[in-house]
Nanobody, 119 residues
Framework: QVQLVESGGGLVQAGGSLRLSCAVSGRTPSSFIMAWFRQTPGNEREIVATISTGGRNTDIADSVKGRFTISRDNDKNMVYLQMNSLKFEDTAVYYC????????????WGQGTQVTVSS
């Protein structure tokens, strides 16, 4: 089992920045590919960014490319999402997720943290 706890959400003005954090505990966190997803009411969960087990490889959704950065610190068992130049349309609940490197699906999810961007 892996437990994920997000923090760092809140209210920010358009153009501002936030950093989300995800604390990872349980089975060998460094064996898990990590990701951030987001979801708005009535819409499907959207993948925002992923990062490989060692942190060398990342993938960022086109909608946030150039503004968001994902990183991880395996010594601290933390994953981060740095969000800059925030837009109103970035408003969503953001979820941290994990999947074992051998798994096809994200099997572990945090409870989510609300990010609200005021225009």
């Amino acid at each position: 089992q892996v437990q994920l706890v997000e923090s760092g959400g809140g209210l920010v003005q358009a153009g501002g920045s936030l950093r989300l954090s995800c604390a990872v505990s349980g089975r060998t966190p460094s064996s898990f590919i990590m990701a951030w997803f987001r979801q708005t009411p009535g819409n499907e969960r959207e993948i925002v960014a992923t990062i490989s087990t060692g942190g060398r490889n990342t993938d960022i959704a086109d909608s946030v490319k150039g503004r968001f950065t994902i990183s991880r610190d395996n010594d601290k068992n933390m994953v981060y999402l740095q969000m800059n130049s925030l837009k109103f349309e970035d408003t969503a609940v953001y979820y941290c997720a994990a999947k074992h490197y051998s798994s096809a699906t994200y099997d572990y999810w945090g409870q989510g943290t609300q990010v609200t961007v005021s225009s």
